[in-house]
């Protein structure tokens, strides 16, 4: 089934207009991503392993196939990006407590402390880049973007429709 919009929907704006905007929102976030990580003391880890890693940080351990699912990629992937991980210290694998045929895989001590540095590094690059390039009213205007992009992502709960939450740059987007 094909669905034709008018050329006037989503509130007045033309079609063109709000695919150009999507084009530009695109490509904005897709620099804002690699200059963040370019920032961050992860960059010299893959967007996969950086993922992981921040998925781990975040949900705490798991196991390859729920990563793998998680991060939709196939097992064999996420094996060898598990195995580049572990072999640079930053995960670690212990026995599935139920499970003797599987592996559950955490951060590390030092893994931890590369994605808290990691963090770290993109907020400061990132509120840096806005104390010097914005002007105050510009800082506000951007502020008050934040609620309209976390509509866009699918935020709905109170912690991340929240603009102020408190890890607002949480993982880099890939």
Known sequence: MQVFLPDFYGGGMPRA???RTADE???LV??????LR????EAELTPSQQSVMGRLGRQGPATTATLA????VRPQSMRMTLAALEER?????TPHPTDGRQVVFSLTAAGTELLGSGRAARRGWLAEAIDTRLTPDEHRTLAAALPLL?????????QHGNPHHSDPTGDVPQ
């Open 150 to 158: 976390h509509r866009l992502v699918g935020h709905s709960d109170p």
């Open 25 to 27: 929102l695109t490509t």
């Open 69 to 72: 699912r998680s991060e939709l």
């Open 38 to 41: 370019a920032a961050s003391a």
């Open 89 to 93: 210290g930053l995960v670690a694998r």
């Open 30 to 35: 897709a620099q804002l991503g690699r200059r």
């Open 17 to 19: 207009d709000r695919v």
